[in-house]
């Protein structure tokens, strides 16, 4: 049976570090017989709604619906915007229409990359980003009043924040716990001292922390986090958060683990998931043959992860596993470093390193 991936390379550097992806898992399914992916593409994002007036056409909605798993680049462009000024920007729709909760974003500092900060700590966590309510749930709502005002809601539900903190409990229980104390904790992250709806994010998270007795919980402000991340990331082990503010710390995480185009994500539900870098369409260096698509790589390693988990495939997990043991060796070595990195390597020379890699672990 072959899996099902809809691929979405949407736009900017989306189709250049989505096609190292696609070779990779070539590589993997060469590497692990019986691995079998069906990967077919499908439009989506700015270019998109420029060419045919829609950012998710019926054809690629129905896609995301029906297969395996989704896997996406990047999608929005500058200067391609809705009416109403917000830019194009697909994954949100799918996100919401998915149900994909649970934004899982792996703070992961990798050997060989350039630090980032002072004492290079161990750096080894991850963000859970709530994808479908809080700030985000105003999203093509809100209120504008003439050219005068506009204001947007903060939405946080009892249902989903349990089920986001559930998440990030039980990612706790099956990680080996923070690097620098060896502790299962899962922090909050919140406003509670200023905003009603954050002290109901962090009253319902304590209700949920009582069920989970061998995981430390643990409250952080989301300003003394962005202290904590820098001057202490090794405490860390899995963070949960309101969706906006798991959006703008996962950048922050990822600038001290090498950059976006270290960060990979899952954006996962009961039902559906969808993996995609963290990062953007970056049109200024889009078709030079410059991205790093490690991001992309690692995205479609957890991909083969949860699809593992999912359908009892140890097979897919290994085939993850092997995929980012490859990221490691070579971002291990910096002739196969980026320009984000400091280094000269192209998007194609990245990926065929990987890519190779990967085949010999089939040949061991
Ligand atoms: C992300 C991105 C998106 C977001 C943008 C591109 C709409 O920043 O996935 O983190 O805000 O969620
Ligand atoms: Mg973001």
Known sequence: MAYRIAVLPGDGIGPDVMAEALKVLGAVQAAFPGLALQCQEYKAGARC????GTDLPPETMAACRTADAVLFGSAGLPDVRFEDGTEIAPQLTL????????GVRPIKRYSGVPPAL????????????????GLYASRGGGIQVGNQVATDGMVITRAGTERIVRYAFRLAQKRRGAPGDGARRVTCVD?????KSMAFFRRVFDDVAREFHD???DHVYVDAMTVRMVQRPQRLDVVVAENMFGDIL??????TVGGMGLAP????GDAHGLFQPSHGTAPDIAGKGIANPIAQILSAAMMLDWLGERHGDDRARAAGRAIEAAVAKALADPTCHTADLGGRASTVAVGDAIAATVRETGRE
């Open 95 to 102: 996100r919401t229409t998915l149900d994909l909760y649970a």
């Open 265 to 268: 994500s899952a954006d996962v």
């Open 118 to 133: 002072a004492g290079d700590p161990p750096i080894d966590y991850v963000i859970l980003r709530e994808n479908t309510e």
């Open 215 to 217: 995981v430390a919980a």
């Open 49 to 52: 709604y420029r060419e045919t």
């Open 250 to 255: 996962s950048d922050l995480g990822a600038a």
């Open 191 to 195: 406003k509670a001292n200023v905003l």
